[in-house]
T-cell receptor, first 116, second 112 residues
Framework: GAVVSQHPSWVICKSGTSVKIECRSL??????MFWYRQFPKQSLMLMAT?????????EQGVEKDKFLINHASLTLSTLTVTSAHPEDSSFYIC????????????FGPGTRLTVL | DQQVKQNSPSLSVQEGRISILNCDYT??????FLWYKKYPAEGPTFLIS?????DKNEDGRFTVFLNKSAKHLSLHIVPSQPGDSAVYFC???????????FGKGTRLSVIA
């Protein structure tokens, strides 16, 4: 199957700093990438959908100025958590789709963010 | 308001027996359902899916059953193997390729 990588796999930062998470599709071109967040014992919650070359579409309740998404190429999307706070500590997972099909969405391994 | 519910947070099954994971949904607009498997510190991987025009889809040891009138689906794994131990997420989407909505997951432990 298609491979999606995320970097870093884990990060610890101080409150108030910004953290950038990269999501790459390694062997296919991803026209659409999705960013999810998962809190402990909770479901994967979609944060935003990004299409290459256009602005991301954010889900209700997700602050677009706090979670900056850039999908500059067909193989790379980045999520920047700006001015991180302890409540932003979570597991962030991206997924990528070569084309919009019901099950052709490949997930990255996730990034665990801990904000002190 | 959770549109996709997995009411059992965990399930333990003996190796060789059948594992049945359940999922309920509330949104009648959902017409495509998927199961994902997730190991610790890894992203979910697609397992099996079913369209609302079917009531059963089988792939090897994995079978998904859909009961539209009850808004219920289940994943059957038989025979269960220790390597099946993971968290299983049920997900659903509505027509128009809307974003997937996930349940909270069920942690399956297959005991040798």
């Amino acid at each position: 199957g298609a491979v999606v990588s995320q970097h870093p796999s884990w990060v610890i930062c101080k409150s108030g700093t910004s953290v950038k998470i990269e999501c790459r599709s390694l062997d296919f071109q991803a026209t659409t990438m999705f960013w999810y967040r998962q809190f402990p014992k909770q479901s994967l919650m979609l944060m935003a959908t990004s299409n290459e070359g256009s602005k991301a579409t954010y889900e209700q309740g997700v602050e677009k100025d706090k979670f900056l998404i850039n999908h500059a190429s067909l193989t790379l999307s980045t999520l920047t958590v700006t001015s991180a706070h302890p409540e932003d500590s979570s597991f962030y997972i991206c997924s990528a789709a070569e084309r919009i099909s019901r099950n052709e969405q490949f997930f990255g391994p996730g990034t665990r963010l801990t904000v002190l | 308001d959770q549109q996709v519910k997995q009411n059992s947070p965990s399930l333990s099954v003996q190796e060789g027996r059948i594992s049945i994971l359940n999922c309920d949904y509330t949104n009648s607009m959902f017409d495509y359902f998927l199961w994902y498997k997730k190991y610790p510190a890894e992203g979910p991987t697609f397992l099996i899916s079913i369209s609302s025009i079917k009531d059963k889809n089988e792939d090897g040891r994995f079978t998904v059953f859909l009961n539209k009138s009850a808004k219920h689906l289940s994943l059957h794994i038989v025979p269960s193997q220790p390597g099946d131990s993971a968290v299983y997420f049920c997900a659903a989407s509505a027509k128009g390729n809307t974003p997937l909505v996930f349940g909270k997951g069920t942690r399956l432990s297959v005991i040798a």
